[in-house]
């Protein structure tokens, strides 16, 4: 995938997963240089979660990252995950979602004493708005969960700290402190429900909130999490801004 002169880039029929670090590299490329960039998705007929998700943490970290033209095919797996993407004006029927359609991909399934504190002022920020004492610790297999995650976390102001398993992830906190810890649940070595059962009965991470990140949605999961000691649930592809806002929630 390549920019044209015009900043636009042909997207292919098929983002998949083998398509899904060349995407990243490329959207990543253009925010760093804050180049403007034209994803035409006129031909696109199959889009992965991983792609899906990129491109929605791009559009949340820069208003220069605009859709062209998206075939029926892509604008349904944004319609089907009840999220929505940027589409340049002028460039066909608009395809963004009215907010108060789009079901909340981050779950209210948050302990109740967190519920109460939704209303809670957020933490002082600095002069860009964010606040910058939170640290973040994501544990996942996946280099492109984890990369889209630096991405959209640095962007809403959080130091980002990465584990590439559950035992990898503990060995980090080890070392270093956190506020928030962020998980995958399946993943080799050791999987996200011993992470944070191995948390929970140590006195340092006892009271650390604990988010579930995962494709998994079923109700029998989500019991298993919070039986472990999970603070709350989140289905991905998930939206950037909300996932900040729950990361508040949880950690005032």
């Not at 900043?7 to 590299?25: I, N, Y």
């Not at 810890?181 to 140590?202: F, K, S």
Request: hydrophobic fraction near 40%; proline fraction near 5%.
């Amino acid at each position: 995938m390549q920019r044209d002169a015009n900043g636009t880039v042909k997207l292919p029929a098929v983002l998949d997963q083998g398509t899904a670090g060349e995407l990243l590299a490329l959207l990543r490329q253009a925010l760093r240089e804050d180049q403007a960039v034209r994803l035409d998705a006129s031909g696109v007929e199959t889009l992965t979660l991983s792609c899906l998700q990129i491109i929605l943490s791009a559009q949340a970290t820069s208003d220069k990252i605009a859709i062209v033209s998206p075939s029926d095919a892509f604008a349904g797996a944004f319609e089907d995950a009840g999220l929505q993407f940027r589409q340049e004006q002028g460039g066909g029927p608009d395809r963004v979602q009215d907010k108060q359609d789009v079901a909340p991909q981050v779950e209210a399934d948050v302990a109740p004493q967190i519920e109460a504190e939704q209303e809670q002022k957020l933490p002082p920020t600095s002069a860009n708005g964010h606040d910058m004492s939170k640290r973040i610790l994501t544990i996942d297999d996946s280099k492109t969960m984890r990369d889209m995650l630096m991405l959209t976390l640095t962007d809403a102001g959080f130091e980002v700290l990465q584990a590439v398993d559950g035992q990898d992830g503990l060995n980090v906190l080890k070392r270093e402190r956190v506020d928030v810890i962020i998980t995958d649940i399946n993943m080799p070595v050791m999987n996200g429900y011993e992470v944070i059962q191995h948390l929970r009965a140590n006195p340092e991470h006892k009271n650390t909130p604990i988010l579930v990140l995962t494709t998994e949605s079923d109700q029998e999961n989500k019991i298993r999490a919070r039986d472990a000691g999970a603070t709350g649930w989140i289905v991905k592809p998930f939206d950037p801004e909300k996932l900040a806002d729950v990361i508040y929630q949880v950690s005032p």
